[in-house]
C-alpha cells in the first residue's frame, strides 16, 4: 500500500540507488531528477466494472463478482489471483465482513458470498469468518476479529448527505445515531474506536446499482438508482468514498442538467481526511486505476 504522506520504502530505496550516479547528470536534470523523487506518491483507488455483473433482473452474479475482486486486489497489490489477497490476509486471522442491510439497497449477497470465500481460500478458518452489519458488537467473530473487510452500497442519505464506507462503521458504535450532528460531521472519529483502529484489510464500495438522489429518511426510489456495473476498491477508505461521492454527482449533473448539490452534503468524507487523517479525500492525490468497462464512467 502507497503512504499518502510520502515515497514508499522500495521507491526511496530506487531513489537513492539512482542518487549515486547523480553527480554525473546536468544541473537542470539533477533539480528534475531531485523534484521527482520528492513527489508523494498517489493513493491508488481501483474501479472495476463489467457489463456482465448484473443480470436482466439487477441481481449481481457471485462469479462475475469474484472476477472483478480479484482484477482488482491484483492491481492494488502488484499480485494474480490469491496471491495478491494473501498480502493483506493470513489463515491465522479471525475475519469480520462489515456489510450494509438496508432494505431497499444492501450489499449484494453475490458480493459477501465472493468475499468470504476469497477470505476461506486464504485458508481462514469457516468458524473465524462472519459477515454482519446491525449486530457486530455482539457478533463473537467481530468482537475478537483481527482483520476486517468494509463493504456497503454506495448511495444518498439523509443525515450524511451519502452512505459510504466511512458511514459503514458507525454500527460499532454503541450509540449510532450520536454521530448524526452537523451532517455526520466526523464520522471518521468511527474509526478509531479500539473495535475497529487498524483492523481494516480491505474496502469494497459497491457501485453495481448505485442510488443518486432522495429525499427525507430512507429514502428510495428506482428512478434514482442506475446500473453502473462497478466496484470501487481500495486499502483507504476516504479514497474510495471520494471517488464514489465524484461519480455519484457526476450523475446528479447528468440526469438534473445542473449543479444539484447533496443536502446535507458529504462532509464527512473531507472530514476524514483534513481533521481525523483517516485517509486521502483530495481528488489530486487520488490515483484511479479504472478495469474493464469504460463507457459513462463519470471520472
Keep these: 500500500m502507497k ?42 483507488v481501483i474501479l472495476v466494472r463489467d457489463q456482465m455483473a448484473l443480470d436482466g433482473n439487477g441481481k449481481a452474479g457471485k462469479d462475475i463478482v469474484l472476477k472483478m475482486l480479484d482484477a482488482a486486489v491484483g492491481s492494488l497489490t502488484g499480485m494474480k489471483g490469491l496471491d495478491g489477497w494473501k498480502t493483506f490476509l493470513k489463515p491465522s486471522n479471525i475475519v469480520g465482513i462489515k456489510s450494509n442491510s438496508w432494505s431497499y439497497l444492501p450489499t449484494p449477497e453475490a458480493v459477501e458470498s465472493a468475499l468470504e470465500q476469497r477470505v476461506r481460500d486464504v485458508g481462514v478458518k469457516a468458524q473465524n469468518v462472519a459477515i454482519d452489519d446491525r449486530g457486530v458488537l455482539g457478533n463473537p467473530v467481530f468482537q475478537r476479529a483481527t482483520a476486517l473487510i468494509n463493504t456497503r452500497p454506495m448511495r444518498t442519505h439523509h443525515w450524511s448527505g451519502v452512505g459510504s464506507l466511512i458511514k459503514n462503521y458507525i454500527m460499532f458504535s454503541p450509540r449510532p445515531s450520536s454521530w448524526h450532528n452537523d451532517s455526520c460531521a466526523d464520522l471518521g472519529q468511527v474509526w478509531s474506536l479500539p473495535i475497529v483502529k487498524g483492523k481494516t484489510r480491505l474496502n469494497v464500495l459497491v457501485m453495481l446499482s448505485p442510488q443518486f438522489h432522495g429525499v427525507g429518511p430512507h429514502s428510495f426510489h428506482p428512478k434514482y438508482v442506475w446500473n453502473y456495473h ?6 483507504d477508505p ?11 454527482e457526476a450523475k446528479r449533473r ?30 489530486a492525490k487520488i490515483e484511479i486505476v479504472l478495469i474493464g468497462y469504460d463507457k459513462d464512467s463519470l471520472v
Design 230 to 235: 462497478g466496484l470501487i476498491v481500495g486499502f
Design 254 to 283: 447528468a440526469v438534473f442538467g445542473e449543479e444539484r448539490p447533496l443536502a446535507p452534503p458529504a462532509k464527512h468524507i473531507a472530514l476524514a481526511d483534513t481533521r481525523h487523517h483517516l485517509g486521502t479525500a483530495d481528488p
Design 3 to 44: 503512504s499518502k504522506k510520502g515515497l514508499t520504502r522500495r521507491q526511496f530505496n530506487l531513489s537513492m540507488a539512482a542518487l549515486g550516479g547523480a553527480a554525473l547528470l546536468p544541473g537542470r536534470m539533477l533539480d528534475a531528477f531531485a523534484a521527482n523523487a520528492a513527489t508523494p506518491a498517489k493513493t491508488r
Design 238 to 248: 476516504v479514497a474510495c468514498d471520494s471517488v464514489g461521492l465524484r461519480i455519484i
